[in-house]
């Protein structure tokens, strides 16, 4: 299947501000892109690319006093498979886990391990190893934290969505990242596109998407608490340690995003 995938954001500054973007298709899925998924700045200004530490490709500007509109629309060929289900996938031994495996055992900005880790133990210390123990991990958050864009806000963390039991898509899986690494499980934070393919109406605001990612029988897996059911069409965007690596944006003065419009969608074929 093809799915057409892009964004408006439109930042007002009231002087020239400097920003960081992380918003390009991830390299993982540039073989798939049908054309190009470039960032288009209105009014138009110079721009530098690179590669942060974890891979994912950033832009920065300086972008202008007054309105700066940036949008990107890309197509992009997908298997229209649902995500995989490796149930046998088996939980390697912390010493024998690769060397670039260890960064995602460690607690992070949004993921306080050490605050959590004698709850993770407790609450499931008894779950099957490997992907069974990750389930149960993903099912007790999904059945325990209530979804609502009324409870987002940016600074809330792992340990802060455990003891409300609120949050928005980033706030379920930034708790499952923290339990799994507590339990000595690597787990990477994922933001991207996942539209409603294959769903039930009725459907919610379009936005972007926080998933996970564990590393289990030698390789990566996907797991999503909030979804918490294998889904179609994820687009990666980037990856990280939690929310603050993969920040969409990061603006370095006042400003204020003054719109913000993502879609998803399935394109038929001819």
Known sequence: MRINVGFEMIFDCPKPTPIIFNLNVHFTRVSDLVGRDDLIFDPPVPLEAYRDGFGNWCTRILAPKGLTRITANAIVKDTGLPDVIASDAQQIPVEELPIDT????????????????????????????????VQAICDYVHNHVTFGYEFARATQTALETF?????????????????????????????????????????????FAAWFEVFLGGQWHTFDARNNVPRIGRVLIARGRDAADVALSNTFGENTLTSFKVWTAEIPEA
């Not at 995602?104 to 190893?129: H, I, M, N, V």
Request: glycine letters at 12%; charged letters at 20%.
């Open 102 to 133: 260890l960064v995602y055992l460690l607690g992070s900005r949004y993921c306080e391990t050490d605050q959590l880790s004698d709850t993770a133990w407790k609450l499931f210390g008894q779950a099957p190893t490997g992907w069974g123990r």
């Open 163 to 207: 003891n409300s039991r609120t949050g928005v898509c980033r706030d379920f899986n930034h708790l499952a990242v923290a339990f799994c690494r507590c339990m000595n499980i690597p787990a990477r934070y994922c933001t991207g596109y996942l539209g409603e393919i294959g769903m039930e109406p009725p459907y919610g605001p379009m936005d």
